[in-house]
């Protein structure tokens, strides 16, 4: 390789490629030290290889001394070119580090390629990314060739080029997809104030306007519901609930428990917890299945939410009723009439609990006799002389 094709190389690799002329220089250098060694001998130490940055002309120096060799001139041909390929193909790997670093937290599509032990791996075009096991929504299935569109989550430099994490679980790519469905976020008209998703089953995502005319939950459902059906298509009909976002915490969570109608709402705002009260047809609707509607709203709001339906709270409020002297009296009076209960033997079953005849009736023998001081044939007489009282 003639000096001139080499800056002329060199040139053109900082021109196309943006590999500065100067980290080309140095690395030859570099290598080409490794070449002279091989032909003035590994135990010479001191080499030095210098390129003039102007005519491309190759000085080799071994302790000091010039070094002339019709050999090098072959070898450092050789050399460069395997520097430059290596340089370029780092170079490759840095722009498409660059580029997708820069895509970290938008979404990127691509091909299904292969399946490694359960990771997904797509093609890109200029690279691949991973598609983690952990990082796929449970109820998708993919063929390869298929196209798929994922959130990148985090891009790694590895030593065989760039690393790119993606995902299909992360809240991420609801809020994208939204963005990019819905030209009223994109703006900055519409915000998005919060998502918490149960990846392909169900999502909540809270919306507001900065706009009173516009209508933050109409503008993400678009007309006839286009817009958001596009999204629960390409989610593989995840269930999506459009909540509108509000300061007031008791609105909020209204509407975050939609389409359960709420009733009314009670806040321990210091324990950041919120007693709702639902009629009792709208109980199961307000918990959701295996309670997935309660506990995304509760994440969505970022407050504890208990449910209760109307009959549960009154019957909660039902004082509990003590039983008059007049009524232990006779409970009492009753014990004594059985057949093998004396004053004694009364007390220890008052003591124990056993203080009406229905209690004694319901006992065993075997309950009776763990009692000190009644025995077997006293527990069977007490029981079956309770069970023939009227």
Partial sequence: MANDELLSILDYIERERGIDREVLFKSLESALVSAARKIVGKQIEDIVVSIDRTTGEISVKAEGK???SD?????????AKQVIIQKLREAERDVIYDDFQAKVGTIVSGAVHRFERGDII?????????????????????????????????????????????SRTNPGLIKKMF???????????????????????????????????????????????????????????????IIRYSDDIKEYVKSALSPAEVSSI????????????VEDDQLSLAIGKHGQNVRLASRLVGWEIDVRSRSQI????KPVEEPS?????????SIETLEGVGKKTREILFKAGFDTVDKIKNATVDDLVKLE???????????????ETE
Wanted: glycine content about 8%; charged content about 40%; aromatic content about 2%.
């Fill in 179 to 241: 963005e990019l469905e819905v030209p009223e976020i994109s703006e900055g008209i519409v915000e998005v104030r919060g998502i918490s998703r149960e990846p392909g089953e169900r999502t909540k995502i809270a919306v507001y306007s900065k706009e009173e005319k516009i209508d933050p939950v109409g503008a993400c459902v678009g007309v006839r519901g286009q817009r958001v059906k596009g999204i629960v298509n390409d989610l593989h009909n995840e269930r999506i609930d």
């Fill in 314 to 317: 009154n019957e909660r409020k």
């Fill in 66 to 68: 010039e070094v002339k």
């Fill in 122 to 166: 797509i093609d890109l075009g200029k690279t691949e990314a991973i598609l983690p096991k952990n990082q796929q929504a449970p109820n998708e299935r993919y063929k390869q060739g298929e196209r798929l569109r994922a959130y990148v989550l985090e891009v790694n430099k590895g030593q065989k080029g760039p690393q790119i994490i993606m």
């Fill in 325 to 333: 002297a007049e009524e232990v009296e006779k409970d009492q009076r």
């Fill in 71 to 79: 050999e090098f001139g072959r070898i450092a041909a050789q050399t």
């Fill in 266 to 277: 009670s806040a321990d705002r210091e324990a950041h917890r919120l007693e709702v009260v």
């Fill in 373 to 387: 001081g009644i025995g077997k044939k006293t527990a069977e007489k007490i029981i079956k002389s309770a069970k």
